[in-house]
């Protein structure tokens, strides 16, 4: 059974920075074909996509985040980062991590963007 642990939420003044991570628990071969992605859910909406990226492809990014958050892969690691940088209020979610192996979610992480 596939696991995906998220970290480093918290909480961040408007215009400031973040990087979450998300390790998932496959082999690293396994890992390197897998698609991942970053989910966020506000209070009162549905879940969207933030980013997500596949094998040997760009990363693709909701059309609020472009230019300000960036997802990466590090395959040794069997973990993704998404840097979270120029926040807004409106980016206050729980951020959810993705595997499309194993269809696995991770509990989530909180990130508040609040003066």
């Known amino acids: 059974q596939v696991q995906v642990v998220e970290s480093g939420g918290g909480l961040v003044q408007p215009g400031g920075s973040l990087r979450l991570s998300c390790a998932a628990s496959?082999?690293?071969?396994?890992?390197?074909?897998?698609?991942m992605g970053w989910y966020r859910q506000a209070p009162g909406k549905q879940r969207e996509l933030v980013a997500r990226i596949s094998t040997g492809s760009s990363p693709n990014y909701a059309d609020s985040v472009k230019g300000r958050f960036i997802l990466s892969r590090d395959n040794a690691k069997n973990t993704v980062y998404l840097q979270m940088s120029s926040l807004k209020p409106e980016d206050t979610a729980v951020y959810y991590c993705?595997?499309?192996?194993?269809?696995?979610w991770g509990q989530g992480t909180q990130v508040t963007v609040s003066s």
């Open positions: 496959m082999s690293r071969s396994i890992f390197t074909f897998n698609a």
């Open positions: 993705h595997s499309a192996i194993g269809d696995a």
